[in-house]
């Protein structure tokens, strides 16, 4: 089972880009990683999804490196609304772990 | 519209009374599973569900029961509800169940406290 580990909580301001990264060392070989986004009080919602490089969709991109040991979701510009727990879950095992508390400001 | 629905949305019982949340999805997914999530802890899952008449134990599933006769359904039941159940409960389902890499979609989420 691949454990994840990301930061508790990141800082950052309106319009810059937000780099997350999650830590999988022992990420099987057909596991995928998956990014989810939530808001107080509400479900969590997908973002993104990949298995290796880089993939890219209208919300952020995923970066993932060649030993794929770990991953990196970029939001580029961010806005207020952006502030939400983010949760990087690797595998089949779906754990959600407790994410990363993003507060974007003024 | 796609959606899963759990109802109600807030609840509040008191220790020892049997209840149940509802979760229903009209997307035709196969897997289906429940989390609850408490301060610090982020989400932990309760049950989860392959297909119809398929259902196994998440990590936290003490006090907990769960049935899928229907594909669209997978209630969640509490027999005698202690307030350690306090907690903020989210059903999801996936078109495939895993190994497949198919994104979970989630609930509205259903706030349960019992004193």
């Known amino acids: 089972l691949a454990k994840t580990t990301q930061p508790i909580s990141m800082d950052s301001y309106e319009g810059q880009e937000v780099n997350i990264t999650c830590s999988h060392n022992?990420?099987?070989?057909?596991?995928?990683i998956t990014w989810y986004q939530q808001f107080p009080s509400q479900g969590p919602r997908f973002i993104i999804q990949?298995?290796?490089t880089k993939v890219t969709n209208e919300v952020a991109s995923l970066f993932i490196p060649a030993d794929r040991k770990s991953s990196t979701l970029s939001l580029p510009r961010v806005s207020l609304s952006d502030t939400a727990v983010y949760y990087c879950?690797?595998?089949?095992?779906?754990?959600f772990g407790t994410g990363t508390r993003l507060l974007v400001s003024p | 519209e796609a959606q899963v629905t759990q109802n109600p949305r807030y609840l509040i019982t008191v220790t020892g009374k049997k209840l149940t949340v509802t979760c229903s999805q009209n997307?035709?997914?196969?897997?289906m599973s429940w989390y609850r999530q408490d301060p610090g802890l982020g989400l932990r899952q309760i049950y989860y569900?392959?297909?119809?008449?398929?259902?196994d134990k998440g990590d936290v599933p003490e006090g907990y029961k769960v049935s899928r006769k229907e594909k669209r359904n997978f209630p969640l039941i509490l027999e005698s509800p202690s307030p350690n159940q306090t907690s903020l409960y989210f059903c999801?389902?996936?078109?495939?169940?895993?190994?497949?890499?198919?994104?979970?979609?989630f609930g509205n989420g259903t706030r349960l406290t019992v004193t």
């Open positions: 022992n990420i099987a070989t057909n596991d995928y």
């Open positions: 879950l690797v595998g089949r095992k779906l754990v």
């Open positions: 990949g298995y290796k």
């Open positions: 569900s392959m297909n119809v008449e398929v259902t």
């Open positions: 997307m035709n997914h196969e897997y």
């Open positions: 999801a389902s996936s078109p495939r169940a895993p190994p497949y890499n198919s994104p979970l979609h």
